[in-house]
């Protein structure tokens, strides 16, 4: 049975290229290093789609300005945008960003995923799914599905 691919089709981006982050001035190790942007970015970045060869930045469904934080109330957003309105991906996408995410950053962060207004046509009913711990947690009790989650993650040579 050959699956048929949402977007056979996608437009793909050129990757930016990374930077570093300045080291920082003060030499207090004792001192909290506050994240950026960049850095929750460069945790991103790389996850691969669910349906195609590429990273959710070649595919822009993540950039660098769809990243939020605030160190302050220890919370991330990230806004993601589908390629397609009607991309079944999405709930899957979400997942990996925050499954991303809960792995990368101290355990007092707040994760918030949302998929950018007007880009999916079940936006309201995706943010709510993508945001409720207990149907996350479901979600990856599922060896099928958390076995996608950990192949859209895992690290690509390149």
Do not use: W
Not at 12 to 23: F, L, P, S
Not at 135 to 153: H, I, K, P
């Amino acid at each position: 049975m050959v699956m048929e691919l949402i977007n056979a089709n996608p437009v793909v981006h050129e990757r930016k290229e990374r930077r570093t982050r300045q080291a920082p001035e003060s030499t207090d190790e004792t001192a909290v290093e506050l994240i950026d942007q960049l850095e929750i970015f460069e945790h991103i970045r790389d996850i691969k789609d669910p349906e195609h060869p590429y990273s959710l930045e070649e595919l822009n469904v993540v950039t660098e300005d769809s990243v939020e934080i605030s160190n302050e109330l220890s919370h991330v957003r990230v806004t993601f945008t589908p390629t397609v309105e009607h991309c079944s991906m999405a709930t899957l996408i979400g997942l990996c960003l925050r499954v991303k995410l809960m792995r990368s950053l101290p355990p007092h962060y707040k994760v918030d995923i949302r998929v950018a207004p007007g880009s999916h046509a079940t936006e309201a009913a995706l943010n709510k799914q993508l945001n409720d711990k207990e149907r996350v947690a479901a979600a990856l009790e599922n060896s099928n599905l958390l076995d996608t989650v950990e192949e859209c993650l895992s690290p690509t040579l390149g």
